[in-house]
């Protein structure tokens, strides 16, 4: 590098950091890595400290899972759209539930009235899970529910529901979202104290490493962090420090890490700055491989693999010039898959208006199909590894999430830090910072604040036929009007007793949805024994 190069990049305005938390020099030189090792902070892909990916080949012995997320009106509808996308080459399923099942409340409650199958599907009991997989076998395709509050009645409700397909559940595979804590920080279905939330967490731990050895038994999430506001570091930082309190929670209530922790995965954002995504996915896989194994003590290699699921980021997406979003979601996707994703979503471009067309669902998965089969990008492990830029910014970004945590734990841990608020203020702080970045114009949205169009041109959009909701209300009436009462009361009963002991949860669960206890009924019952969270104000 010449004196005179080295001179322009110094005096190089720098970057704004308003939407990553983190600056990069115009340059990066062999000297900003002066700290760097190959060995020890890159290694070979499969192995620790998985820098470069999960696995040895990654996508040269298997692409990335097309996991569409999708769900809205009844579950007929939803079915409708699994098994069209299934047919258009999607290889895996993602539901999507409407707010009153998020919430645990049934579709009759008078707080459902105007949600029900809104943004997601209305899911009340076994018989609609039973509609909303008809025809897919689910020994064969994988599975992802995005469920938090509830997500021990929606596991149940889906093996109950392989059990009738006859499906070995040793072979079911796919995830259960299962994460509470990043309810409490950015995203707001709660249901019950955190605490007593983190006891049904543990629990489908304990059932799932028994009965679903296939089954990934949580998926700490960062997407919504990283929506609510955060910058890269932050989502990083936040949704690592929530994993370490899910393996301390486990390892408290009795198991072993290596006994769960292969079950364990991840859900990240995929967002705009297209090489600040690249790295943050690997920082955070190394930073995770370095934590289970140095602090937990984890010896199992697949404790130590940070396998995640990406999605596009929502709240990148705008409602002017839509068409613009097509672009952003193929840049995305692409960062995503470099950064190593074992699973991934793509927005549609009308998602900042509406749940998606048909149309524009398939638009979003042949997305995806063309960086799988036109790009060449899946034919080299870690294409981007070894880049000044890319190991900088991994560096700086695994340096950044290592400082919150050391904050985080000085407080006494991420549950202290949630109570305190002071998690939520980071994040909103973040989010003012960019929003105000917008508005001053530092930060350029292309059609929004930057290359307007005078004359916006309208674009097809899903409406949910309010009918939907009086025809799930009425179907869900006439369940509990047939089904054998004195039953269904029996096992809500046993799932009440059990929340005031310390039994696993998950069997009696089982027992009331076969049954035919709902997902409001059966929430009933555990709100009734650990009463309702309230948030706390962040001021």
């Known amino acids: 590098m010449t004196n005179d190069t080295k001179k322009h990049a110094s005096i190089a305005e720098r970057k704004s950091a308003s939407t990553t938390g983190l600056a990069m020099p115009a340059v990066v030189t062999p000297d900003d890595l002066r700290d760097w090792d190959a060995e020890s902070d890159l290694g070979y892909p499969g192995q620790f400290p998985f820098t470069r990916g999960v696995y040895p080949t990654m996508y040269r012995g298997r692409l990335w899972t097309m996991r569409q997320y999708a769900g809205f009106g009844s579950a007929a509808e939803s079915n409708r759209r699994y098994r069209y996308l299934l047919s258009q080459g999607q290889t895996g399923l993602s539901v999507a539930f409407d707010l009153p099942t998020q919430i645990g409340m049934d579709s009759d409650h008078p707080l459902a009235q105007g949600e029900v199958g809104k943004v997601g599907v209305a899911i009340d009991s076994l018989e609609d899970m039973q ?59 709660y249901i019950y104290p955190p605490r007593p939330a983190m006891r049904i967490v543990t629990d489908i731990f304990a059932w799932c490493r028994r009965e679903l050895p296939n089954w990934n038994a949580i998926s700490i999430s960062g997407y919504h962090i990283r929506e609510a506001g955060s910058t890269d570091a932050q989502e990083v930082a936040f949704t690592l420090a929530n994993g370490i309190a899910y393996v301390e929670a486990a390892v408290a209530s009795g ?18 700055e297209f090489l600040m995504q690249i790295a943050k996915f690997r920082a955070a896989r190394r930073f995770w491989a370095r934590t289970m194994r140095d ?4 010896r199992d290699p697949r404790s130590m693999m940070l396998r995640f699921h990406a999605q596009t980021a929502g709240s990148s997406l705008t409602a002017q010039q839509p068409e613009n979003n097509l672009a952003r979601v193929a840049l995305q996707c692409l960062a995503a898959v470099l950064g190593g994703c074992q699973s991934l979503h793509a927005n549609a471009l009308d998602e900042a208006l509406a749940l998606p067309t048909e149309r524009a669902a398939l638009l979003a998965l042949r997305t995806q199909q063309i960086i799988a089969q036109e790009t060449g990008v899946a034919n080299t492990v870690d294409p981007v590894g070894g880049s000044f830029a890319i190991e900088k910014l991994t560096d700086e970004i695994e340096a950044a999430a290592q400082d919150y945590i050391s904050k985080i734990d000085a407080m006494g841990g991420t549950l202290r830090a949630i109570e305190t608020g002071y998690i939520q203020q980071e994040i909103q702080k973040s989010a003012y910072d960019y929003q105000k970045a917008i508005e001053r114009g530092e930060q350029v949205v292309v059609g929004v604040n930057r290359f307007q169009a005078e004359e916006e041109q309208p674009i097809p959009t899903l409406r949910i036929d309010p009918e939907i909701e009086r025809a799930q209300v009425a179907r869900l009436q006439a369940l509990r009007a047939r089904r054998d009462a004195a039953k269904s009361r029996a096992a809500i009963e046993e799932v009440e007793r059990r929340a005031h002991g310390n039994e696993n949860l998950m069997p009696a669960i089982l027992a009331a949805v076969e049954v035919h206890a709902t997902v409001g009924e059966i929430s009933d019952a555990l709100r009734r024994a650990f009463g309702e969270y309230h948030e706390s104000v962040v001021i």
Do not use: C, W
């Open 255 to 272: 198991l072993t890490v290596d006994e769960f922790a292969p079950q364990l995965s991840f859900f990240f954002n995929a967002h705009n």
């Open 131 to 189: 509609t909303l997989f008809e025809d897919i076998p689910l020994e064969r395709v994988s599975t992802s529910m995005t469920i938090n509050s509830t997500a021990a009645i929606l596991l149940a409700l889906y093996v109950t529901v392989a059990k009738r397909q006859g499906a070995n559940l040793a072979r079911l595979a796919g995830t259960v979202q299962n994460d509470i804590l990043k309810e409490y920080v950015a995203r707001g279905t």
């Open 295 to 298: 602090r937990f003590g984890a």
